[in-house]
């Protein structure tokens, strides 16, 4: 007889289990809708259609448009066609870019490209709680500045920037403001105009989508056109931005999701918030435990603890990989992208910890299928692990 270990999953910001419904809805296109979004014949035209429909989804979503609304393979593809298209079709305006210095790898690697490409980045500090400071913003803006970077949600710590004031600071220099949306569309409301974003990204592998499957927002009305400069070519896809077949099924997919998250907003938000600060509350109780980044403007799936003297490496490896019959529990000590990385996190020592402080800092991130009874198991043997690590220090 083989015992079934327990999983308990609490790393959503790293990717979200498929919804059974979401799986349903793209399926078909799988198997009996197959054809081709571009052909011509009844085939092609039923795959158009439901092309058309998912990307009105989207739209809905994010309080856009249709038309405005591009699919990617994720969010490093809509980052990567954001910044770089944006830098090469205002190059003449001016070679400024600025960032922040939290922003997830994807956002800085690509500025780091360019700049070997003789653009000048400006990588905004962030204060202690990971905020940005809106007054070195607005320092440091120019009249050859050309975008500002800046994501809504971190997808170490759930801080929420100011958006809508970053934005006023970016046009009040006739500059585009580029917002990576991907741990914030689908969980809180997203209203692209009311914010004043021109450029957004998101991943479907974030709110209960398949992985390979993105979205990106380009402004295109009110008599403002945000032009891009395609990073691919070849048969004009998705208004000549990116060119490629369009994986119908994976477009399906997000746009069902889409509307789901639309819909189911707000109860799931009640519902993760409640897990998340009972979590929180009794982790806190742990002797020398802190919490990482602001604790009022954050995601509300969100905790990003540093339990000081104990290796987070050590904490992930002694919950995920344990051999007793504990069960099995995923979480975090940074973004999935840089894993393998041995350095702390970029986001933690940028808001001023030490570098003990963040080896020893682990993500919750918690979504819609998570159990109170899951959290109680959690809590349990977090605290075991936690001071079984601090007895080997000592």
Partial sequence: MTFQRQLIYLDNNATTPIDKRVLEAMYPFLTD????????????????????????QVAELLGAQPHEVVFTSGATEGINL??????????????????VSTEHSAVLDTCQHLQGKGY?????????????????????????TILVSVMYANNETGVIQPVKEIAALTHSVDAIFFCDGTQAVG??????????????????????????????YVKQHHGEKVMLEALQHGGG??????????NVPGIVAIGYACELARKEMKKNAESILTLRNYLESELLKIEDTV???NTIERMYNVTNICFNGADSDAMIMGL??????LPLIAVSNGSACTSTSIEPSHVLTAMGLHESAA???????????????EIDVVIDVIKNVVSELRAMVN
Avoid: M, W
């Fill in 120 to 144: 000048e980045v400006t990588y905004l500090p962030v204060k202690q709680d990971g905020l940005v400071d809106l007054n070195e913003l607005k320092r440091v803006l120019r009249s050859d």
């Fill in 82 to 99: 954001a910044i770089k298209g944006v830098a090469e079709k205002y190059a003449k305006k001016g070679k400024h870019i600025v960032t």
């Fill in 291 to 293: 919490i990482n980044g």
């Fill in 187 to 216: 969980k809180v409301p997203i209203n692209v105009d009311d914010l004043g974003i021109d450029v957004l990204c998101f991943s479907g592998h974030k709110i209960y989508a398949p992985k390979g499957i993105g979205a990106l």
């Fill in 33 to 56: 809708n197959f054809a081709n979004a571009n052909s011509t014949h009844q085939f092609g035209v039923g795959a158009y259609e439901a092309v058309k429909a998912a990307r009105i």
């Fill in 237 to 246: 896809h998705e208004r000549g931005l990116r060119s490629g077949t369009l």
């Fill in 320 to 325: 995920s990989n344990n051999e007793n019959d």
């Fill in 359 to 373: 080896f020893s800092s682990i993500r919750f991130s918690l979504g819609k299928y998570n159990t109170k009874k």
